[in-house]
């Protein structure tokens, strides 16, 4: 039956029986006939009906399974300007832009900025970044950076924000950087400013090319000529008003410049003027030797970012070339959960696959990749139980993938059996109706468990589907969506999702946010097309009722694909997800290894994580070592205090965790927090470990730092040549073979030449004494109140007063007076814990050893060894508003110069 809508907001069934009679407000018109009551009366309850039935209409059905029944007749259908897709051919290949010149230089940018806030700079950095292109801000005016390295330039491309200050540039500065530009065939990139109108054209200062601004613009075309396009494909028009006012177009007076793009005046003072005007001009060098680009506008018109990354490509002679592959995948989220009425039926099956159809012959190899939740199977009208039936009668044209069972979130199940037992639900569902099992990837509701981990969400999905890849947008944070990036965890490859402006409520396109505007925006150069071009790897999340009612995935996707294909050469392609991770990892080695943040910063990450786990349960502050420099015995003396506490014992490593270095980092959060006491606090200042390895570990900073950005550090210093012999006998003790196989001066003089297990030795005994260095990578990450250093030589003798300085540093109040809990014990040789029997309790033996004293040639060559090492660590002491240099540190260093 096909329902119309009738004039007065009512609906009839083709009988023309009112269909609202059953369910909405009463019907009363008829009675009002046949009582013959006053036709006044009888207007007024016509009015009322519909004034009721519009009422309802809007509020009640609209949102119904009625709706579904209604033909809408705005759904919209694709339709791009693009004259490509009206029979013109695309070029075979773009242009290699790559000659040896590109040897010359990094593939990094130098951005000169107006200042660090500035508007157009931030584009420019932010395009940079979604590009993954390395580049260094410097505000303009200022000296010069560093330009080269060696023999090599540092930067492949210069870009200013605001033209004017190349041109301004004093003199002793421009001809360093021109100089620098004519040697490394570097190019530059310049934007011009918007200024006063000026319709005699002023000439740039130094140059035969002449300036009008602030124009209105319109219609905006590429020169298909120029050496510079790559990404951008030329041929069609943008047409209409180009965004903003103020314009810059140029006008050249020499054979060394070339269009690269143009547009026409926007004004109704010019209407008969339809020469073309140049708002992006390329210098070839002819003139004085520097290739260089000029923007006659900012980054606001979406096909300048193109031609940003052309430019940068073509003038760092490749090196800043991006792959032209972009590979794309659709997810179908929860294909079968929706309300009645948000469902898909056959029609939209149809749609559906028609349009994958379209769309595979741009995108080779693309399916809509499906996700089910089995428990809602069949749970729509009796059409949209059609159009489920209709999706498994078509089961292999698509891919699928596995969601949860009843679509719960995994990190609600601290059951891991529980989880499980749900998985096997759907995956008997998907046995039972036909659908293959075997994608190995899966996705989980709300991105609930893959990060922040669910370590039970990972175990499940590897022993009951054998999952291998996933993906999600909350890694590292929702947003900026820019900076989402993959890892790797337990094998399963995570990667990330990219945004396409649909979300589970956007069925209608007059109900989208900020209008079909916005969304045709988005297509047409805004976001999703500006995603495609940043990403060689897209997967976009939509949701089932995305491709019913209005299909605005549908429109969406055919959309954007088409418009890809008009304006850009990317080559687009898709795959099954397995083989999109890999590529990913392939291209990112780099992401591989995960960097855990700290989900109580983020409000988001806190909802998707267990109820049992809290912010207390992570320490306020680290002990970071170095080895053999006393952290033992801060840590005993620290576990005396009342109000503090440390991690539970580690079956292997005692009372260190040895999280942030090495292989337990990749057992994840979970495995980190289950080392310390649940506390129903959302932050526990102090609680802490101590790990000594922490000190020198490379990577250690920025995983502590991500963690646990507040946290307050400790480390101990002593001489690091004494630290070395420590650490040795250390060593020794612990019946490492090379140790015993050669004497603590072979070891450290061992050449680069010696054998490799030697070598390490020696390297693991020197490193973590080159305090400056190691402490210079903390300070990358922390702010200096939050490093206290402790002087090794006085904890050892006087651990009383160490021990309240470190109290006053961590704010804690009421302070333990330590005088009565720690005595010198002469049999020891060391302070010790006072017990309440008023004995005392020592370290064990290994801490305090018997050893002889170090050979005075070993002491004096380490004090060699170390003297910039410990030049460098007085000045950054003294950087750091260090009153009294440690006595062993002037020790060690006037030796030297005694000798
Ligand atoms: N009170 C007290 N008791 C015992 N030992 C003390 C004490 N204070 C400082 N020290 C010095 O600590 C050195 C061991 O350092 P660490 O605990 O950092 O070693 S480890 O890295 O954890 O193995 C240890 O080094 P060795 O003397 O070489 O054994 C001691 O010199």
Redesign the pocket.
């Known amino acids: 039956m096909v329902i119309k809508i009738s004039a007065l907001g009512s609906i009839k069934g083709e009988t023309g029986v009112p269909f609202l009679s059953a369910v909405g407000p009463r019907y009363v018109g008829p009675r009002c006939v046949v009582k013959q009551a006053t036709v006044k009366r009888c207007v007024a309850a016509l009015l009322l009906v519909s004034v009721a039935s519009i009422f309802y209409y809007t509020h009640y059905i609209i949102s119904s399974p009625l709706a579904s029944l209604i033909q809408r007749d705005t759904r919209p259908e694709p339709a791009i300007r693009c004259s490509m897709m009206r029979g013109a051919t695309r070029l075979p290949s773009a242009p290699d832009h790559r000659s040896e010149a590109r040897l010359r230089t990094d593939s990094k940018v130098l951005v000169f900025v107006e200042t660090l806030y500035s508007m157009l700079g931030k584009n420019i950095a932010e395009l940079l970044v979604s590009n993954r292109i390395k580049y260094k801000l410097e505000v303009a005016g200022k000296s010069l950076p560093v330009l080269t390295n060696l023999d090599k330039g540092r930067y492949g491309v210069l870009i200013f924000e605001n033209l004017n200050k190349y041109l301004q540039m004093d003199k002793w500065n421009r001809e360093l950087l021109d100089k620098y530009c004519r040697e490394y065939s570097v190019g530059i990139v310049g934007f011009a400013p918007s200024g006063e109108e000026s319709l005699v054209g002023a000439q740039l200062k130094g140059f035969p090319l002449f300036v009008h601004t602030n124009l209105r613009l319109k219609d905006a075309q590429l020169n298909a000529a120029s050496p510079i396009l790559r990404l951008t494909r030329s041929g069609e028009t943008a047409w209409g008003p180009l965004p903003g006012g103020d314009w810059t177009i140029f006008q050249a007076n020499h054979s060394t410049y070339e269009t690269l793009a143009w547009a026409y005046r926007d004004s109704l003072d010019y209407p008969a003027n339809k020469s073309p005007l140049a708002t992006v001009i390329q210098d070839h060098g002819r003139y004085d030797g520097i290739q260089r680009v000029f923007f006659g506008g900012g980054l606001r018109f979406w096909l300048h970012n193109l031609l940003l990354l052309d430019s940068l490509s073509y003038l760092s002679h490749g090196q800043l070339s991006l792959s032209l592959n972009r590979m794309i995948l659709v997810d179908v989220d929860d294909i079968f959960v929706g309300e009645k009425g948000t469902r898909l039926r056959k029609n939209d099956v149809m749609a559906l696959l028609a349009t994958q159809q379209r769309i595979q012959a741009l995108v080779p190899g693309f399916k809509f990749n499906l996700g089910f939740s089995g428990k809602y199977f069949h749970h729509g009208t009796t059409e949209e139980n059609l159009g489920d039936d209709m999706l498994l009668e078509n089961v292999d044209k698509f891919t699928w993938f596995s969601h949860m069972w009843n679509h719960q979130q995994p990190h609600l199940y601290e059951n891991v059996t529980h989880l499980q037992l749900d998985m096997v639900l759907n995956k008997q569902f998907a046995k039972d109706h036909g659908i293959p099992t075997g994608s190995g990837y899966s996705v989980s509701p709300h991105h609930s468990g893959v990060y922040p981990v669910h370590e039970g969400l990972y175990e499940a999905w590897k022993k009951v589907w054998n999952i291998k890849v996933t993906s999600t947008e909350e890694y590292p944070h929702l947003r900026p969506a820019r900076l989402r990036r993959g890892f790797i965890h337990r094998n399963i490859m995570v990667l990330p999702r990219q945004t396409c402006g649909l979300f589970t409520h956007t069925i209608f396109i007059d109900r989208y946010p900020g209008g079909r505007d916005k969304l045709d925006k988005s297509i047409q150069g805004g976001e999703l097309f500006q995603t495609i071009v940043h990403n060689p790897i897209n997967i976009f999340m939509t949701h089932m009722s995305n491709y019913g009612n209005d299909r605005l995935a549908l429109y969406t996707f055919e959309s954007v694909i088409k418009f890809i294909q008009c304006w850009t050469n990317l080559r687009l392609s898709s795959a099954p997800p397995l083989q999109l991770a890999e590529k990913y990892f392939q291209l990112y080695p780099e992401e591989a290894d995960p960097v855990w943040g700290n989900p109580c910063d983020d409000p988001r990450h806190q909802k998707i994580w267990s109820r049992n786990k809290t912010c207390g349960q992570l320490p306020g502050f680290l002990v970071i070592?170095?080895?053999?420099?006393?952290?033992?015995?801060?840590?005993?003396?620290l576990s005396i205090h009342p109000a503090i506490s440390s991690n539970l014992p580690s079956p292997d490593t005692f009372e260190?965790i040895q999280f942030f270095n090495g292989k337990n980092y990749y057992k994840g959060l979970d495995w980190y927090m289950s080392f310390f006491p649940a506390s129903k606090n959302d932050s526990s200042p102090n609680l802490f470990e101590?790990s000594?390895?922490y000190f020198d570990g490379e990577l250690v900073p920025r995983r502590a730092h991500a963690l646990l950005p507040k946290a307050k550090l400790i480390t101990?210093l002593l001489s690091p040549a004494?630290r070395a012999?420590?650490?040795y006998?250390?060593t020794r003790v612990h019946g490492d073979l090379v140790a015993n196989n050669y004497s603590f001066h072979s070891v450290i003089t061992a050449s680069d030449t010696a054998p490799k297990p030697l070598r390490d030795l020696r390297n693991r005994c020197l490193n973590p004494g080159k305090y400056a260095q190691h402490l210079e990578r903390w300070l990358s990450y922390y702010p200096p109140q939050q490093l206290h250093i402790i002087d090794?030589e006085q904890?050892?003798q006087n651990?009383v007063e160490t021990l309240h300085e470190l109290q006053r540093f961590l704010k804690i109040t009421p302070a333990f007076n330590y005088s009565s809990h720690?005595r010198y014990d002469p049999k020891?040789g060391?302070?010790?814990q006072v017990t309440n029997e008023d004995r005392t309790k020592?370290?064990g033996k290994?801490?305090?050893?018997q050893?002889p004293p170090m050979e005075d040639k070993s002491y004096k060559l380490l004090q060699r060894y170390y003297l910039s090492h410990n030049t460098a660590l007085v000045k950054l002491l003294k950087r750091l508003g260090l009153r009294t240099i440690p006595q062993w540190l002037k020790e060690d260093l006037t030796d030297t110069v005694m000798t």
């Open positions: 070592g170095p080895q053999k420099t006393g952290t033992t015995a801060l840590y005993t003396f260190e101590k000594a390895t101990i004494r012999y420590s650490w006998q250390h090794g904890l050892r651990p720690l020891k060391f302070f010790c020592c370290l290994s801490k305090g050893r050893y």
